[in-house]
């Protein structure tokens, strides 16, 4: 059951962060993560703040130095179905399609999916484990065979977004206005690892909301979201990366590697992107470039099988991305 709570739409930004700042209030934008956490009981919100009559924060448009800003309140479908998005920036278009199912796609917004909240069994379940505030991180002697392997301590949360990864690898900036004003940080400076704040995966402060994101132009860039999972119908990356690569001649000239279902934020790989950097994706080079992502996993007892999985997954994703 749902604990009671009162619901406000407000009209302007101005009045939704006003909303926001008191003590209890939450922002509500399509309500397919945040619903489920209110019933399960994972947090408490006293006033929801339903940002849908924002219509700034909806839709996307290219920027006057040929990139992308993309409303918070933009749907996951139509980023996925937007025809720039599939053909400038192929990673965020694969990473959208790969999100869910086609109904949380149509109700999911951009925002929502980078705050989304992580999907571990202890923290969605009934244990007051140390990310609710309680004294242990129940995965550590656990069921951890969709925990993380790198960056996890003193909790193993894997992120749960897809379209995090592929605006990390594209560069992207999230824009964020609060009651001190806006800002705008870079989405790889977006997300809180476990060991500099266990309660928090976001630098996201009281009251402060996600409006935009904005993704510098790609051009003359290849790039890739591949995402591993148990089930084909909709679930988490168990491995996945973004890969936004720029080639002269056969040449890797610059590299962004990112992987999702890998740790407690979206991971950027900089022994990947070193790797390859400078050479030509041959098979010895991206063997090298697989091995040298995963010499730093540290695997709980049940998830050792990732480190195969990303190997495998990581070859296969250079090499068609390689091939053009
Ligand atoms: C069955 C199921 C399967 C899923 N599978 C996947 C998957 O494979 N890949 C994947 O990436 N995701 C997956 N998801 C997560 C899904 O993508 C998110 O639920 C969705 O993107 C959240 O968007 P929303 O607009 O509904 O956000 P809400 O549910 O409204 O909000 C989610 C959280 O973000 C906060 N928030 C929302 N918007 C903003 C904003 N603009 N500024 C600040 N805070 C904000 C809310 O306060 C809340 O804490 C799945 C979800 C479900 C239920």
Excluded at 136 to 149: D, L, R, V
Excluded at 246 to 265: H, K, M, N, Q, T
Excluded at 275 to 297: C, F, H, R, Y
Aim: hydrophobic share 40%; with cysteine.
């Amino acid at each position: 059951m749902l604990t009671n709570f009162s619901y406000i739409r407000p009209k302007s930004l101005k009045e939704a962060v006003k909303q926001l700042s008191t003590q209890g209030a939450g922002v509500y934008a399509g309500g397919t993560d945040l619903l489920g956490c209110l019933r399960d009981h994972v947090f408490e919100i006293k006033k929801l703040v339903s940002i849908n009559g924002l219509k700034e924060l909806k839709g996307i448009t290219e920027t006057p130095s040929n990139g992308l800003r993309i409303g918070a309140l933009t749907t996951i479908t139509e980023v996925a179905e937007n025809p720039i998005v599939s053909k400038h920036y192929a990673a965020l278009a694969q990473a959208a399609r790969e999100v869910a199912s086609p109904q949380l796609r149509n109700q999911g917004t951009i925002g929502g999916n980078l705050c989304q909240k992580p999907r571990c069994w202890y923290y969605r379940g009934e244990f007051y484990c140390l990310r609710k505030g309680g004294k242990m991180c129940f995965a550590i002697a656990g069921e951890n065979q969709y925990h993380c392997i790198v960056g996890g301590g003193p909790c193993f949360i894997v992120h749960p977004s897809d379209m995090a990864p592929a605006l990390v690898a594209l560069d992207a900036s999230v824009r964020i206005t609060g009651p001190k004003g806006s800002r705008t940080v870079p989405a790889e400076k977006f997300y809180v690892l476990p060991r500099e704040d266990v309660r928090r995966e976001t630098v996201l402060g009281p009251g402060e909301i996600v409006t935009e994101i904005i993704v510098p132009t790609a051009s003359g860039t290849r790039s890739s979201y591949r995402k591993v999972r148990t089930r084909a119908s909709w679930d988490f990356a168990l491995a996945g990366i973004a890969l936004v690569l720029r080639f002269r001649g056969g040449v890797v000239e610059d590299a962004r590697a990112v992987l999702s279902g890998a740790a407690p934020i979206p991971w950027r790989s900089r022994e990947i992107e070193a790797t390859i950097t400078g050479k030509n994706l041959d098979p010895d080079v991206i063997a090298k470039a697989s091995e040298a992502a995963m010499k730093n996993a540290q695997p709980l007892k049940e998830n050792g099988y990732k480190i195969l999985l990303f190997r495998g997954m990581i070859e296969e994703e250079l090499a068609a991305i390689g091939r053009g």
